[in-house]
C-alpha cells in the first residue's frame, strides 16, 4: 500500500472531499456539506510531523513514520496520509519569494521523500 504526501487543506480542497466549503455545526466543528457530506464514510486519516515534532524533524523522521503506518497496520485501516507541516524549509526565500527547503534536514531536497 503506498501512502500519499499531502497537506490535509490541499486534499481537502482538490479531492472534492468538500465540495462545499466547511461550516462549523452547533458545536463549532467543522462539518462537511453538500453531496460529499453524505458519501463521506470516515475523515481524512493520516499522521502529522507537527503533532509530535512541530519544527524538529528530519525527512528521516517522515520516512520512518510513515514506514510505522505501514508495519502497525494502520495504512490497511485507512490511515493514509503524510502531511509535513512547517520545520521542512528555511527561514530565507530564493529571489523569487519562494520557500526552500532546509537541506540540512533533508540533505536531497523533498522529491525523494515525496515519491518514496
Given amino acids: ?10 486534499f ?18 467543522f462539518q462537511p456539506q453538500g ?11 493520516g499522521w502529522s510531523t507537527f503533532s509530535h515534532y512541530q519544527r524538529n524533524f528530519t ?12 508495519s502497525t497496520g494502520l495504512a490497511a485501516k485507512g490511515y493514509q496520509f503524510v502531511n509535513i507541516d512547517g520545520g521542512w524549509m528555511t527561514n530565507q526565500r530564493d529571489a523569487r519569494g519562494n520557500l526552500q527547503v ?5 540533505s536531497d531536497g523533498m522529491l525523494p521523500i515525496a515519491e518514496q
Fill in 1 to 10: 500500500m503506498s501512502l500519499i504526501l499531502a497537506s490535509p487543506l490541499l
Fill in 12 to 29: 481537502l480542497l482538490s479531492s472534492g472531499a468538500c465540495s462545499v466549503p466547511p461550516r462549523p455545526d452547533h458545536f463549532g466543528i
Fill in 35 to 45: 453531496a460529499s457530506a453524505a458519501t463521506m464514510t470516515k475523515p481524512p486519516m
Fill in 59 to 70: 525527512g528521516q523522521d517522515v520516512l520512518n513514520n510513515a514506514d510505522a503506518l505501514v
Fill in 102 to 106: 532546509d537541506l540540512s534536514k533533508f
